[in-house]
């Protein structure tokens, strides 16, 4: 980690993230489908599945999204909470790339217990930040996975819950995580659960895009994308934003996606 970041790398840190964290990006972006809705619990159950299947093409993401929730009649927490074996099969025949309908029904099945006996979503993920200061986004992840994976699941529905413990960057659900809980007047991001996880508990979504801008400004060293290079990156952005480090992903994703490097 450097201890300061190049004034010139700063700066345009700072403009690019102002230019991609705008609401016209929304409708091209994942972060469209939880848009769709307006209740806390719809919102934080469609921003979920987005942000587990977004990986690839993002039209095919937003596409397999939406038709995720139509197949819970467009209202996931009442599909989710109130689901019968029977309501189950709505989403059978659902696939995108290796998460199936066996997968979504799993999920299902872990969030109703989630909601209905461990106090919901942001209690889950909130609860490592409540208990020590020094935790961070990491920490709630995995809170999240090992809840959820102590309902009866099979072993392959595991790989779509990334394990920072065991060196993923969970680029996925530091997404999740950055829609739910970062506040600010720009309107992509809900802000849902800044009351329980302040925003500097954040970590930056690192996937390959993002991390080769990072590496091509000199705020990453780390050759591996994985969760010593998330931790790399967020510390080096908490530089120049201590209370809000994840804003800088809009920078770095932004410029990775549509302007391909940093000049």
């Keep these: 980690?450097?201890?300061?970041?190049?004034?010139?790398?700063?700066?345009w840190l700072n403009e690019k993230a102002a230019y991609y964290n705008n609401p016209s990006f929304v409708e091209t972006d994942p972060v469209s489908i939880?848009?769709?809705?307006?209740?806390?619990?719809d919102i934080e159950i469609a921003a979920l599945f987005s942000a587990l299947l977004a990986w690839?093409?993002?039209?095919?993401?937003?596409?397999?999204?939406?038709?995720?929730m139509q197949r819970m009649d467009n209202a996931p927490f009442q599909f989710v909470t109130g689901h019968t074996q029977k309501d189950l099969k709505n989403l059978q025949g659902f696939v995108y790339r290796t998460f199936n309908s066996f997968d979504a029904a799993?999920?299902?099945?872990?969030l109703?217990?989630?909601?209905?006996?461990?106090?919901?979503?942001?209690?889950?993920?909130?609860?490592?930040?409540?208990?020590?200061?020094?935790?961070?986004?990491?920490?709630?992840?995995?809170?999240?996975?090992?809840?959820?994976?102590?309902?009866?699941?099979?072993?392959?529905?595991?790989?779509h819950i990334s394990s920072p413990e065991r060196g993923s960057a969970?680029?996925?659900?530091?997404?999740?995580?950055?829609?739910?809980?970062?506040?600010?007047?720009?309107?992509?991001?809900f802000g849902l659960w800044t009351d329980t996880f302040p925003m500097s508990r954040l970590l930056i979504p690192l996937d390959?895009?993002?991390?080769?801008?990072?590496?091509e400004t000199g705020i990453l060293s780390r050759l591996q994308t994985d969760a010593k290079a998330v931790l790399e990156v967020s510390e080096?952005?908490?530089?120049?934003?201590?209370?809000?480090?994840?804003?800088?992903?809009?920078?770095?994703?932004?410029?990775?996606?549509?302007?391909k490097h940093y000049f």
């Design 1 to 11: 980690m450097n201890n300061q970041i190049d004034s010139k790398i700063a700066d």
């Design 34 to 41: 939880p848009h769709m809705f307006s209740k806390k619990e």
């Design 56 to 68: 690839g093409n993002r039209k095919a993401i937003i596409s397999g999204a939406k038709q995720l």
């Design 106 to 110: 799993t999920l299902c099945e872990g």
């Design 112 to 159: 109703k217990n989630i909601y209905t006996r461990e106090g919901g979503m942001q209690s889950v993920f909130s609860e490592p930040i409540r208990k020590n200061k020094n935790s961070n986004a990491f920490d709630a992840i995995g809170n999240f996975r090992n809840i959820l994976l102590s309902y009866p699941h099979e072993a392959r529905f595991e790989k």
């Design 170 to 189: 969970a680029k996925r659900l530091n997404m999740f995580l950055r829609w739910m809980v970062r506040r600010d007047q720009c309107g992509v991001d």
């Design 208 to 215: 390959v895009h993002s991390a080769r801008i990072a590496r």
């Design 236 to 259: 080096n952005c908490r530089l120049l934003d201590p209370n809000d480090p994840a804003r800088f992903d809009f920078a770095l994703f932004g410029t990775g996606i549509n302007e």
